[in-house]
């Protein structure tokens, strides 16, 4: 008789693609540049993402160091040996992989007022890359303004289908 191994009750999120985007980021900046960087990961970290279970929402990317770091997002990593039931939430930082270019191009953004905000964690190849764009934050009735013309161009397709 063969034991069948139980590894994780962690089982993956049904979504059509394989990437994790963070669509919060939309509608709190205005993205201008965008970035493609490498990730430190070990393990655990990789069968997380793999399996869908991050969360980029308020998440940012820091410069420490002449390193980057993304600060803030949650992944929820699955247990690993069989007498622990509880599955781990981590936030902690993870290192990013960048050229001397993009370092410095960050660093001017982040002079100039700008915020690096990851939009998507692409994980379709055997190498997990983040998505990261420059931006900065809207205001209050700017985030209105985007909604009304977000409902006005979604209203507008539905009328040309209509006729």
Same mark, same amino acid.
């Given at each position: 008789?063969?034991?069948?191994?139980?590894?994780?009750?962690?089982?993956?999120?049904?979504?059509?693609?394989?990437?994790?985007?963070?669509?919060?980021?939309?509608?709190?900046?205005?993205?201008?540049?965008?970035?493609?960087?490498?990730?430190?990961?070990?393990?655990?970290?990789?069968?997380?993402?793999?399996?869908?279970?991050?969360?980029?929402?308020?998440?940012?990317?820091?410069?420490?160091?002449?390193?980057?770091?993304?600060?803030?997002?949650?992944?929820?990593?699955?247990?690993?040996?069989?007498?622990?039931?509880?599955?781990?939430?981590?936030?902690?930082?993870?290192?990013?992989?960048?050229?001397?270019?993009?370092?410095?191009?960050?660093?001017?953004?982040?002079?100039?007022?700008?915020?690096?905000?990851?939009?998507?964690?692409?994980? !379709?190849?055997?190498?997990? #890359?983040? @998505?990261?764009?420059?931006?900065?934050? +809207? *205001?209050? =009735?700017? !985030?209105?303004?985007?909604? #009304?013309? @977000?409902?006005?161009?979604?209203?507008? +397709? *539905?009328? =040309?289908?209509?006729?």
């Amino acid at each position: 008789m063969k034991k069948s191994k139980k590894i994780s009750k962690l089982k993956p999120k049904k979504s059509g693609s394989n990437s994790i985007r963070n669509r919060r980021a939309s509608y709190d900046y205005t993205l201008e540049d965008g970035f493609k960087f490498g990730m430190v990961l070990d393990g655990r970290q990789v069968r997380a993402i793999r399996t869908n279970h991050l969360s980029l929402t308020g998440s940012f990317v820091n410069l420490k160091n002449d390193e980057l770091w993304l600060m803030n997002a949650k992944l929820t990593l699955p247990k690993t040996r069989k007498n622990v039931d509880e599955v781990l939430t981590s936030a902690e930082p993870i290192k990013l992989l960048a050229t001397k270019k993009d370092l410095k191009e960050i660093l001017q953004a982040k002079n100039s007022g700008r915020t690096v905000v990851p939009t998507e964690v692409l994980n !379709k190849t055997k190498y997990i #890359k983040l @998505r990261a764009s420059t931006g900065k934050g +809207k *205001r209050e =009735f700017d !985030k209105r303004e985007s909604k #009304k013309r @977000r409902q006005f161009e979604i209203q507008a +397709k *539905r009328d =040309f289908r209509e006729d």
